[in-house]
């Protein structure tokens, strides 16, 4: 087994700056929403618009949390509290994102969440790729529509 750890730092997410465009569309689809709730007497849909659309406003002007990673003998650390044994990796992917950051997608024994994406530089890319090929299947992995969504809207 290779010895050597490999870790690095990378942002949860890319942060893109947002123009006041994109927050009066963001506000007009919510008034449209939350009108045609009204109309119809639906008042729980209007209350959860009005939150979603307070949630999408203040998650749009957030910095991203940046996280610590970790490839070790025994497995993937994400920060101070995820570990993802090898044994509970069922394979790998990766993804090209930016021009800077790759996704590293490992598929892992979870009901709940078989996807785990993670950020890594591309300038690390094929060290971290050839760490994880010497116990790991490298596997392809279709993004999901989400993802493709989230990127659309720019989230």
């Known amino acids: 087994m290779d010895k050597e750890n490999i870790a690095w730092t990378a942002p949860e997410y890319d942060y893109e700056h947002r ?7 963001s506000i007009l689809v919510a008034a449209v929403l939350l009108i045609l709730a009204l109309w119809q007497k ?3 849909f209007a209350a959860f618009v009005l939150l ?14 940046v996280w610590d990673f ?3 003998g025994g497995g993937v650390k994400i920060g101070e509290k995820k570990f993802f044994g090898y044994a509970d990796i069922e394979g790998f992917d990766i993804h090209p994102d930016t021009e800077d950051y790759h996704h590293l997608v490992l598929r892992v024994r979870s009901r709940f969440s078989p996807d785990v994406k993670i ?13 994880l090929a010497k116990t790991l299947q490298r596997q392809s992995y279709e993004p999901h529509v989400i993802d493709a969504v989230a990127k659309l809207l720019k989230f």
Not at 19 to 25: C, Q
Not at 52 to 61: D, V, W
Not at 119 to 131: C, G, L
């Open 42 to 44: 639906n008042f729980l």
């Open 119 to 131: 950020r890594m530089p591309v300038s690390e890319s094929e060290k971290i790729e050839t760490r």
């Open 70 to 72: 970790e490839i070790s």
């Open 52 to 65: 979603a659309e307070m949630a999408i406003i203040l998650g749009a002007k957030q910095l991203p949390p």
């Open 19 to 25: 123009e006041p465009a994109w927050y009066l569309v």
